[in-house]
C-alpha cells in the first residue's frame, strides 16, 4: 500500500523534502516526520532510540542543517506518531519495512543514514534488507548486540554504590520493577550513564515522559534490563557486510561502552570511531558542540572526494 503524504494542516500534497512538518499514511497508521535545513548537500535521515521513544530529543541536531536537509520521524507507536496496540507489529522487521515506506515516499535517492541507540539496530537491519542509495552509515551510542549490552550493563551497575546495586538484583530476580528501591536505582545509574547534563531539555523531557509500549514490549523495563523481542538481537556476524562509509560515535560515560563501540567498529571495514567528551549516552544533549562537529567532519570528508 502506498503512502500519501499529508501537511499538517490539511490533505494537500506537500513536496518532498520541504522544510516543515506533516505526516506520511501508511498501511498501519500515520507516521509524523519533520525535515530542517535548506543546505543542499546529501540529506540526514536520522532514527530515534527506545523503541518507543519520540524524536524530540534529537533536536540538537537541527544545526546540522546549515549544509543538508535533516529529516526525522516518529517511528509507529511513538511520539506524534499513531499508537500501535498490537504486539505482532513491535518488530524489528515491522520498523525495517515501515522505514522502507518513509524512503520511497519521501523521494530519497541518497541519503545518511543515523542510528542512535536503538535506532542503529534498526539502521544496521535496513542497510542489510535494503542497501540502495545509502551514502554512508552513523551508528551514535549503537545497540547492535543485546548480549554486549547486557554485559556492558552489568559492569556499571557494579559501579554503583552497594546499595542500589543490592536494590536492583533483588527486584530484578522478584520482577518487582515498579519498587520504589528499584526505581530509585534506575534513576541513579540514568544521571550517570544515560543523560549527565542537567537541567533537562524541554525536547528531552518531552521525549523520556511518554515512551510507547514498544520499549517494555522489544526491550525491557530498563535501559539494562532486557526481557522483549530484542533479546536475542546481535549482527555483529554481518557488519562485515557494510560497504560504505561508516562512522561510530558514543560517549565517554555512554552505557554503549566505548571499548565496546570500538570493538564494533573493527567489524567494518574502514569504519572510523569518535568518542564523545563528558557525554552519558544521549551525547547530542550532554555535549552537542561536538557530536554535531564529528558528524559534519566525517560528511565533509565523504563529500570532499
Known sequence: MGIILLAMNGCHSVSPLEEGTGYLETAHGKVWYRIVGKGTQIPLLVLHGGPGVSSDYLRPMDALGKDRKVIYYDQLGSGRSDTIKDTAL???????????????????????????????????????????????????????????????????????????????????????????????????????????????????????????????????????????????????????????????????????????????QSLVPRAKFTLIHGAAHVTMHDNPEEHNHCIEEFLDTIERK
Open 90 to 264: 513491535m518488530t524489528v522487521d515491522f520498523y525495517v519495512e515501515e522505514l522502507y515506506e518513509v524512503v520511497q515516499n519521501l523521494g530519497l535517492k541518497e541519503f545518511y543514514l543515523y542510528g542512535q541507540s536503538w535506532g542503529s539496530a534498526l539502521a544496521i537491519s535496513y542497510y542489510l534488507k535494503h542497501p540502495e542509495g545509502i551514502k554512508a552509515l552513523i551508528f551514535s551510542s549503537p545497540v547492535l548486540s543485546t548480549k554486549l549490552w547486557i554485559r556492558d550493563s552489568e559492569k556499571l551497575i557494579a559501579t554503583l554504590p552497594d546499595s542500589l546495586q543490592q536494590a536492583i538484583h533483588i527486584n530484578e530476580q522478584r520482577q518487582t520493577y515498579d519498587h520504589p528501591d528499584y526505581l530509585n536505582a534506575v534513576n541513579y545509574y540514568y544521571q550517570k550513564y544515560v543523560v549527565r547534563k542537567t537541567p533537562w531539555s524541554e525536547d528531552l523531557q518531552t521525549s523520556f515522559s511518554a515512551v510507547g509500549p514498544a520499549y517494555a514490549y522489544m526491550w525491557g523495563p530498563s535501559e539494562f534490563t532486557a526481557t522483549g523481542e530484542l533479546k536475542t538481537f546481535d549482527c555483529t556476524s554481518r557488519l562485515h557486510e557494510v560497504a560504505v562509509p561508516t562512522l561510530f560515535l558514543t560517549g565517554e560515560f555512554d552505557e554503549a561502552l566505548p571499548t565496546t563501540v570500538q570493538y564494533y
